[in-house]
Each structure stands twice: as C-alpha cells, then as structure tokens.
C-alpha cells in the first residue's frame, strides 16, 4: 500500500467520531495497561468515542507515529487534534480538564 493510502485510513479514522482513541487492543478487551486506563477514563466521563486497535493494522501503527510525532500507544485525538497519550490523558481526567474537552466536541451527551 502507498503512504497516501495509509493517510487516507488514518484520516478516515479521525472523522468517523469527535474522540478517536488508538490503543493496544480494544476498549474490552484492552492488550496494556496504558491503553486499559486511557479507555476507562473516557468510559467515566461517558464518552462516546471511536477505538482502533493499532495491532490490528501495523502499517497504521507505523504511520501513526510519523503522522501524531508521537512514539508511543495509545494515543487520543478529539476533532483530528492529538490530545496525546495515557499520562497526559490521566492528568486530563483528574484535573477536569478530559471531562471539558469531551463535552465540548460533543463526545457527552448534555
């Protein structure tokens, strides 16, 4: 596959929801605990939102960490902007920040 078809997935995921989260595994069934705690802090703010399970798609995985300059997974994107990963998202939840954020890009219903 060409780079622009790589491109083309990942903007494909980055429209199809407000909150995209791409993680290790998928939000049951989470494959670290990075990507587990990522996930369930979006759960307790109640927010709808995309997963895609990067080990599902290598060549997306590879292509995420050029396109977000973000080595690492899982990695959080509300409205195609790259919030980062699960230290930071953590830190978001705990201050009110993540909570805001979601309501905003309306992942939360009013």
């Known amino acids: 596959m060409s780079e622009s078809d790589v491109s083309a997935r990942i903007n494909?995921?980055?429209?199809?929801?407000p909150v995209v989260l791409f993680m290790k595994g998928t939000p049951d069934f989470p494959?670290?605990?990075?990507?587990?705690?990522t996930a369930a802090a979006l759960q307790?703010?109640?927010?709808?939102?995309?997963?895609?399970?990067?080990?599902?798609?290598p060549e997306l995985r590879e292509a995420l960490k050029v396109h977000s300059n973000w080595p690492?997974?899982?990695?959080?994107?509300?409205?195609?902007?790259?919030?980062?990963?699960?230290?930071?998202?953590?830190?978001?939840?705990?201050?009110g920040e993540l909570a805001q954020v979601l309501k905003e890009s309306g992942a939360v219903g009013a």
């Open 12 to 17: 494909a995921h980055l429209t199809a929801a």
């Open 31 to 37: 494959q670290c605990g990075f990507s587990a705690q």
């Open 44 to 57: 307790a703010c109640k927010a709808g939102f995309h997963a895609v399970n990067i080990f599902e798609d």
């Open 72 to 95: 690492t997974f899982p990695q959080l994107y509300v409205k195609g902007e790259l919030m980062g990963g699960c230290d930071i998202v953590l830190q978001m939840y705990h201050s």
